[in-house]
């Protein structure tokens, strides 16, 4: 269930005609003020958005006062929020109380020989290392997480431009920030070659013995990762690692959907995800709360150019080829949007009737407007559709305005300037009550994994064809793991088996057969479906 259903009392966006369009305050759409509860006395008492996401987010009095992070006082009123379970909230309260307690203790990594003697602390950490773009990062961090709290270890992040400005510390009182004694250049060194690289060398001495660290496992997840290092996935393998205090991972992929298959996890994942496709949609959202910085800049987009709309429709378009061919890929688009009416038809001026304007003023109401928000690195897309619903009136008379923030032409990984606009565009197309996005991009997975809508995901387009269909419903609003196809994990008791089709909720990606995604089993499927449509 959303919360944002009635049953959990909390209100969604309140749609206006559009005959009496007033803005809408950032108050409206990005949750309300402190202090709005008690000056707006005169209203009806409306039910006030709770900025936890029903105890998913602590309270906001469990942060320090001075740690600034508006966003986290301004939670949208998005509609597809999943209500997290009693056990997930608890198990993220538990967990900030042990990130408090260890996340001090991380610097006395490098001096581990010296302290030896003293008692255990208990303190386990997992360290997330950043690889590739922001969509692969916000995806792996969100795995690592999860890891963590399946295995009671504290997650530290690797100190990136993401990690340190893009997003808000989500621990209250602790930083989730590796401390700099981890520079950059001894995170490298933790590569194919690494001694401690998990399952590559003996499980007996996993410290760096030249440098007196504590005992650390390297967990070697990314492209060129052997049968070996996907043993991760083996209850043996867990059963070593439980001992080692440090691992460190590596990941370019959402492994999380992988945890199924442990039999060490499966009832705790169970119990704490009853909505198998919500695993992004719950951690993330607790995770990654815009900085100040962004907040600013997402909120100054959104009221200039998003504000006034009855509907906000996203579209992502990402394209590979080194040379899209885009005429191509706007005609898929088209097709999408016109064959699934997504978008309103524009009625086709033949140009022998002269199409009788419908207003005769610059301020007339129309039907109704729809807002698009376009992202892709192009600006074509942008243009085409903009003109299309410049040529001529819709047949629902409704008006179609198209924005994109940016056009930047090339994905540049690892800028500031970029990864800024990036996140702004991942939250601003969370935003949306319905998204078309791109297959096969991490981009658009985390913008519908953190919206928790279901998008219409557009296929590749292979040698010049624009595929048919050109877009499907995705079946799920979790991201799609690839990359290392499920049955290829061979542990030493059983193997996993090649079958997608073990579990009812893991199912073969739209847009990626090798692929698997978390998905809600039959029942609330339909039901789930049933409720977007209305929408
Ligand atoms: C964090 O610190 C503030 C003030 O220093 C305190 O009021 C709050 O209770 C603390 N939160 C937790 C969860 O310890
Ligand atoms: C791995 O790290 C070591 C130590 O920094 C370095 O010498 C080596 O070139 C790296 N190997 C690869 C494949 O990156
Ligand atoms: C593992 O340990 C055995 C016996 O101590 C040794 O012969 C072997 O070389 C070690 N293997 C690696 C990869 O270190
Ligand atoms: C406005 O929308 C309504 C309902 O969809 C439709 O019946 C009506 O014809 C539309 N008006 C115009 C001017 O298109």
Not at 18 to 43: I, K, Q, R, Y
Not at 54 to 62: A, H, R
């Amino acid at each position: 269930m959303e919360v944002g259903e009635t049953e959990c009392g909390l209100p969604s966006i309140k749609k206006k005609k559009s005959s009496a369009v007033t803005p809408m305050t950032a108050a409206v759409l990005f949750g309300v003020d402190a202090n709005a509860e008690e000056t707006s006395t005169t209203e009806t008492p409306k039910k006030i958005q709770d900025r936890t996401l029903g105890g998913l987010l602590p309270e906001l009095s469990e942060f320090e006062p001075g740690v600034s992070c508006e966003s986290r006082s301004h939670q949208p009123h998005r509609k597809n929020y999943f209500q997290p379970s009693k056990e997930l909230i608890q198990r993220l309260r538990r967990y900030e109380a042990r990130h408090r307690k260890c996340a001090g203790r991380a610097r006395s990594f490098f001096r581990a020989r010296e302290s030896q003697g003293e008692k255990d602390d208990g303190c386990r950490y997992v360290v997330w290392t950043a690889i590739y773009g922001l969509g692969n990062r916000m995806i792996t961090l969100t795995s690592a997480f999860l890891y963590a709290l399946l295995t009671d270890r504290v997650l530290l992040v690797e100190r990136t431009k993401e990690t340190t400005n893009l997003f808000c510390e989500p621990i209250p009182n602790a930083s989730w920030l590796l401390p700099p004694e981890f520079t950059y250049e001894w995170l490298q060194s933790l590569n194919e070659s690494s001694p401690q690289r998990f399952a590559h060398n003996n499980f007996t001495d996993y410290s760096d013995t030249s440098t007196g660290t504590a005992d650390f496992s390297y967990i070697h997840l990314i492209w060129n990762n052997d049968d070996e290092d996907k043993t991760f996935f083996c209850d043996e393998s867990q059963d070593q690692l439980e001992n080692v205090p440090w691992l460190f991972m590596r990941a370019d992929e959402y492994l999380l959907p992988s945890y199924f298959f442990l039999s060490r996890f499966k009832a705790d994942l169970d119990a704490l995800f009853p909505d198998k496709e919500a695993v992004f949609n719950l951690l993330g959202n607790y995770l990654f709360q815009p900085s100040d910085v962004m907040w600013t800049r997402i909120t100054r987009y959104y009221r200039s150019y998003l504000a006034n709309h009855d509907r906000l429709v996203g579209i992502q378009v990402r394209t590979y080829q080194p040379k899209s061919p885009l005429p191509n890929v706007l005609e898929q688009l088209q097709q999408c949007i016109l064959k699934n009416d997504l978008l309103p038809k524009v009625i086709a001026d033949d140009g022998r009737s002269v199409v009788k304007p419908q207003t005769s003023g610059l301020q007339e109401p129309n039907n109704g407007s729809t807002v698009v928000l376009m992202t892709s690195l192009e600006s074509y897309y942008y243009d085409s559709l903009t003109e299309y619903y410049l040529s001529g009136p819709t047949e629902s008379g409704e008006s179609v305005t198209i924005h994109q923030p940016s056009h930047d032409g090339t994905q540049q990984t690892g800028i500031l300037v970029h990864d800024i606009k990036a996140w702004a565009e991942i939250y601003l197309l969370s935003l949306s009550d319905s998204l078309i996005t791109s297959g096969w991009s991490t981009f658009g997975y985390a913008a519908h994994a953190l919206a928790g809508i279901r998008p219409w995901i557009l296929f590749g387009v292979v040698d010049d064809q624009v595929p048919d269909p050109p877009c499907v419903r995705a079946k799920s609003v979790d991201p799609c793991y690839f990359h290392i196809p499920v049955g290829n994990i061979k542990c030493p008791s059983k193997d996993v088996p090649d079958d997608k089709h073990i579990f009812p909720y893991l199912q073969s990606c739209e847009d990626n057969n090798n692929g698997v995604k978390l998905v809600n089993e039959s029942s609330t499927l339909e039901e789930r479906t049933k409720f977007w449509h209305q929408h």
